[in-house]
């Protein structure tokens, strides 16, 4: 019986084997690439809000504290957004002719909510709360990035769960004093590593065991 | 190996197992069509329950958080300490008006003060004035300035100028006149009731009246004989109670 395969196979047959394997490790890095790109994750997308509602003017030019219109990050798991009223507050005299007010007044005068785009937008099997990290020293920038400087808000990390974990298993990397917390400018090289570790101690952080457990975020 | 595969060769008792296989696969194979068919579903990602300030399609506001039914009282919020949640005396005379006069620039400037408590309802403390600190950075520093001259960012972009607390007839104002502006509002001014909780009003009150005084010290001190120098503004750990710092 004559030679079914010529010799030369066994070469194809190793390249091809070299490039199942390339292409299966090609596959699964473009697969790990795609989930975290901004198409997927939303990272850097602005959205297109039923107010010009810029930060940059309302933090950066007028300094007004984030505290004033998202007023109960300090006490519950969600930061609370502006009631209408919060607007008016301003709004009654400043630029009360503008148009771009307009649907801020219409929702004032009829009591009707202003339907704001959400931005960031954790799955909701997940449980993330405010008020614990804005009390142990993590502060609005270092989760939400230069938001005094953004005329529309976007989403400045992945939320991944990669990501909450790279902090949860060591925060002395990313904590500040709790003075900080609304300090835009503050930069993570303004404390050294032993200070950061001291400043751990003093909030009390707990163990990383604890802070990487499943049940922490999924419960 | 091609030999022992050709369909001839297989035998009788083994067709039963080979057709469990097939059975097998072709369930696996069909059942993860299915599942893929179904597409990449999200109720987990979106579930059905309300998550704060979730649109809403039943309330025709479309608000999922409602507000009080009217004239119930939630548990704990009764209100019975007239003085600490409403600035003003036991027994208020409801005939009394305060007298007011509109200045220059428009401001409602008032001289009197009846049924407004001039006592603090709660101990004046180190803690109170740092908090009220804190809160009067957040929500008032914006239009009365960092010392209350009423020169702050929002003034200067055209908002109308506040009157300044150093001038004598708010030196002299009762604290529960403070509380009521911030409890009600004041003139042009709205109210800060719905996130300035009461116990948090007073702290604000607090440290206006530690602004007062590191403004004038020498005018507070002639006016309220019973202060002594030392006191003047209370040191951490001191606690006065009640009065005019």
């Not at chain 1, 020293?137 to 400045?156: K, N």
């Not at chain 2, 949640?85 to 007011?100: E, F, H, L, R």
């Not at chain 2, 009423?150 to 509380?179: C, Q, W």
Request: proline share 6%; charged share 20%; hydrophobic share 35%.
């Amino acid at each position: 019986m004559a030679q079914f395969f010529n010799k030369s196979a066994n070469n194809i047959a190793r390249i091809s084997i070299l490039a199942g394997v390339v292409l299966v490790a090609t596959a699964g890095f473009s697969f790990t690439q795609l989930a975290r790109s901004s198409y997927l994750t939303g990272r850097y997308m602005e959205k297109q809000q039923p107010v010009q509602f810029s930060h940059k003017h309302h933090v950066g030019d007028d300094g007004i504290d984030c505290r004033y219109c998202h007023s109960t990050v300090e006490t519950t798991a969600s930061a609370g957004m502006p009631p209408t009223q919060t607007c008016m507050n301003c709004h009654s005299q400043i630029w009360a002719d503008s148009p771009y007010l307009e649907p801020v007044k219409a929702s004032f005068r009829e009591n009707k909510p202003i339907l704001w785009e959400r931005v960031h937008d954790l799955p909701e099997y997940t449980y993330f709360n405010h008020s614990i990290h804005v009390a142990k020293g993590v502060g609005c920038s270092t989760c939400h990035g230069q938001i005094d400087d953004m005329p529309a808000v976007y989403q400045e990390n992945t939320l991944q769960m990669e990501w909450c974990l790279a902090c949860h298993r060591a925060p002395e990397e990313f904590i500040r004093p709790k003075s900080e917390i609304y300090n835009m400018k503050w930069k993570n090289s303004d404390l050294d590593s032993k200070e950061r570790l001291e400043l751990k101690a003093s909030l009390k952080i707990r163990s990383k065991e604890m802070m990487t457990s499943c049940s922490t975020c999924h419960r | 190996m091609l030999k022992n595969s050709l369909p001839g060769v297989v035998r009788i008792d083994d067709k039963g197992k080979s057709m469990n296989r097939a059975i097998c696969l072709a369930f696996l194979f069909v059942t993860s069509v299915l599942l893929s068919a179904c597409g990449i579903r999200s109720d987990m990602q979106d579930q059905p329950r309300y998550k704060a300030y979730k649109k809403s399609d039943f309330f025709s506001d479309g608000r999922s958080s409602r507000d009080f039914v009217a004239g119930t009282v939630p548990r704990g919020q009764l209100k019975e300490n007239k003085a600490f949640y409403t600035g003003k005396i036991d027994n208020p005379d409801v005939n009394a008006q305060p007298v007011t006069t509109t200045d220059a620039s428009g401001n409602t400037l008032v001289t009197s003060f009846p049924n407004a408590i001039d006592e603090f309802p709660v101990p004046v403390t180190k803690e109170l004035i740092d908090r009220g600190q804190d809160r009067y950075n957040i929500y008032c520093i914006v239009c009365h300035g960092p010392v209350g001259n009423g020169d702050g960012m929002i003034v200067r972009r055209g908002f109308s100028k506040p009157p300044t607390y150093h001038d004598e007839r708010l030196r002299n104002a009762p604290v529960g006149h403070f509380f009521d502006v911030i409890s009600n509002g004041w003139g042009k001014m709205n109210s800060y009731a719905y996130v300035v909780q009461p116990a948090d009003r007073w702290a604000i009150v607090a440290y206006i009246r530690a602004l007062q005084v590191s403004q004038n010290p020498d005018e507070v001190l002639k006016a309220n004989s019973k202060a002594e120098p030392g006191s003047v503004p209370p040191k951490s750990g001191e606690t006065t109670h009640g009065g005019k710092p």
